[in-house]
Nanobody, 128 residues
Framework: QVQLVESGGGSVQAGGSLRLSCAAS????????MGWFRQAPGKEREGIAT????????YADSVKGRFTISEDNAKKPTAYLQMNSLRPEDTAMYYC?????????????????????WGKGTLVSVSS
């Protein structure tokens, strides 16, 4: 059984930084797309950063230049999200997702395909 567990959320002031982690267990495939999504109250869920098994990354315009997705080559699949220069509009529940198909990774494609595995989310709150 595949399990994804997010950690690292919290409260921070605008301009601050947080690092989210997503640990996957029981993942049976060598190929993957790992993605970070977020959903703010009253808004649709959006994919914001992805990384695939070839190391290719993709970002939403809203986080480009501020957020960085990475992985631990010794613990694949994993996904970290370094979030810098946080803004109040970054406040949301952040979810990690995984899928066996790297072609689903590019943003915005990932917003219209069903990811197979999801974590329960971690809350990020940014105050002004």
């Amino acid at each position: 059984q595949v399990q994804l567990v997010e950690s690292g959320g919290g409260s921070v002031q605008a301009g601050g930084s947080l690092r989210l982690s997503c640990a996957a267990s029981g993942y049976p495939y060598s190929s993957y797309c790992m993605g970070w999504f977020r959903q703010a109250p009253g808004k649709e869920r959006e994919g914001i950063a992805t990384i695939d098994s070839d190391g290719s990354t993709s970002y939403a315009d809203s986080v480009k230049g501020r957020f960085t997705i990475s992985e631990d080559n010794a613990k694949k699949p994993t996904a970290y999200l370094q979030m810098n220069s946080l803004r109040p509009e970054d406040t949301a529940m952040y979810y990690c997702a995984a899928d066996p198909f790297p072609w689903r990774c590019p943003i915005p494609t990932i917003n219209s395909v069903p990811m197979d595995y999801w974590g329960k989310g971690t809350l990020v709150s940014v105050s002004s």
